[in-house]
């Protein structure tokens, strides 16, 4: 009897584990996109060139992921958007994370936009 209910129970507590691993795993590129989309903007409004900018953001995110830097007369902004998939067995669409930094622009930057 207790191998039978083992055995109803098992597939859904595979599936939850699943589930849970793949929420650890977006939380965790969550925080790589932020922290890269920080590092991004400081580097810029000390001013940086936008081509490193982009290159140091993304050495900090996932392979994928898209990179947005614009920097006016104020402020520099730094957009990382990264899919993460689940694992196949789980049979979910992938989700989307957003990072969304600004920073100032130190005196004397001259503003330039790159997509």
Do not use: F
Request: net charge neutral; aromatic share 0%.
């Amino acid at each position: 009897m207790a191998t039978a209910e083992i055995a109803v129970a098992l597939p859904s507590l595979v599936l939850i584990t699943a589930i849970a691993l793949w929420g650890v795993r977006a939380a965790s590129v969550q925080l790589a996109c932020t922290d890269a989309a920080r590092s991004g903007a400081r580097a810029a409004a000390r001013g940086e060139s936008l081509t490193a900018v982009r290159e140091l953001v993304e050495r900090g995110v996932p392979k994928g992921a898209a990179v947005q830097v614009h920097r006016d007369g104020a402020v520099v902004r730094v957009d990382v958007s990264a899919p993460v998939a689940p694992a196949a067995a789980i049979g979910l669409p992938a989700i989307t994370v957003h990072a969304h930094t600004a920073a100032e622009t130190e005196p004397g930057v001259p503003p330039t936009t790159t997509p």
